[in-house]
């Protein structure tokens, strides 16, 4: 596996796991799945124990639970099927507290809202969700003569009852609370981890890897569209001399200050990046050749006339270019093949050179 294809899978798999969205959804249908079928078989199972009532409503929470996840299938508004999801659920647990389900025991099913709730409807909305659940319930404790509440809760169960709940409620939200502080560390780790895979890390300039993605792009909008475009392969004349004599650190300093003086001559439109040691590669959309020659000449007096000091001592930088349009080419190999052979020529013809030769009127066309 190239390099290439292992940073595209490790990014693919920082986006797949990030994607709450998607998860969370996920997650909603399939409960909705298997609590429809656990409801059903509770429910055949109270029908059989004759418990019709109570059979036929958890039939139609079953069904409702179904629908929505068929309604989300067809619709995909994913917001409208947690929602109805998170309320659907709540119903059904005051149902089962109210009520007592089978032998007084449905209360015992709420243990599991709140992970679920922190889990669906986040931190602020869950406490919310909870607080409004909790005074429902207290409301059923408090007025077990209504009508519609059927369960029996004695003092004791119900202080046992409160106060377990409210442990698996605080330890919920601290599990939920390091998951999504985890995620967010996730996210800023895999956002670094995508720059860097993109960057020059002395630079700051878009890397090989980064450029060679731009000129795909910039490529399919020319095989779309006839757009035209150009490149300028760049090299610092003479490098190894400033290394040798001036030592690695100012070659950082040149290199540096050089990627500073193309991208501030450059237009916003183009991209500079470094193309490897002490090459830096120029993409120009929409530029003819004679236009990318006149970039480049200007770039070329530009390093020739700037005045780099390191530590008190000047050091004097010219560049070489090599200048392709794609309109000379066939495709991008070619087109970078040709950029290639330029710059040698302009290496071999004494350096500090743009080839093709800029004639006059290339730099009337700047």
């Known amino acids: 596996m190239t390099q290439d294809q292992s940073d595209k899978n490790n990014i693919k798999t920082f986006s797949s796991i990030l994607d709450e969205e998607a998860n969370v959804t996920g997650v909603i249908r399939g409960i909705s799945y298997a609590g429809a079928f656990t409801l059903l078989a509770i429910g055949v199972k109270s029908w059989f124990s004759s418990h019709p009532y109570h059979a036929a409503t958890l039939f139609v929470f079953a069904g409702i639970l179904i629908l929505n996840s068929i309604a989300h299938s067809r619709h995909q508004n994913s917001s409208l099927f947690r929602n109805l999801f998170l309320w659907l659920v709540g119903v059904l647990f ?32 869950g406490w919310w969700m909870m607080g409004l659940m909790v005074v429902f319930i207290a409301l059923i404790f408090r007025n077990p003569e209504w009508s519609w509440i059927s ?9 046992r009852f409160a106060a377990s709940v409210s442990f698996v409620t605080v330890f919920a939200f601290v599990m939920d609370y390091s998951r999504r502080k985890a995620r967010e560390e996730l996210l800023s780790m895999a956002n670094l981890y995508e720059r860097a895979a993109r960057t020059d890390e002395l630079t700051q300039l878009p890397n090989r890897r980064d450029m060679r993605q731009q000129l795909e792009k910039e490529y399919f909008r020319y095989k779309r569209h006839g757009s035209y475009f150009s490149v300028i392969l760049l090299d610092i004349d003479h490098f190894k001399n400033i290394n040798d004599n001036f030592g690695h650190d100012a070659g950082d300093y040149v290199l540096l200050k050089f990627a500073q003086l193309l991208s501030d001559t450059c237009r916003k ?6 193309w490897g040691g002490e090459e830096f590669l120029v993409l120009l959309p929409d530029t003819s050749l004679v ?7 200007r770039l070329r007096k530009i390093v020739e006339a700037e005045r780099l000091v390191y530590k008190s001592r000047e050091i004097r930088v010219t560049t ?26 302009a290496k071999i013809k004494g350096r500090n050179l743009v080839i093709p030769l800029v004639v006059q009127k290339a730099e009337e066309n700047v």
């Open 320 to 345: 070489s270019c090599g200048v392709c349009s794609i309109s000379q080419t066939k495709d991008l190999s070619s087109l970078l093949k040709q950029a290639d052979i330029n710059l040698y020529q």
């Open 94 to 125: 005051l149902y089962l507290i109210a009520s007592g389900g089978e032998s007084n025991t449905g209360i015992l099913w709420f243990y599991v809202f709140p992970p679920f709730v922190f889990y669906v409807a986040g931190l602020k909305a």
């Open 269 to 274: 439109i183009d991209t500079t990046a470094r």
């Open 291 to 297: 236009q990318a020659l006149a970039m480049a000449e």
């Open 151 to 159: 369960a029996q809760y004695d003092a004791d169960f119900q202080i």
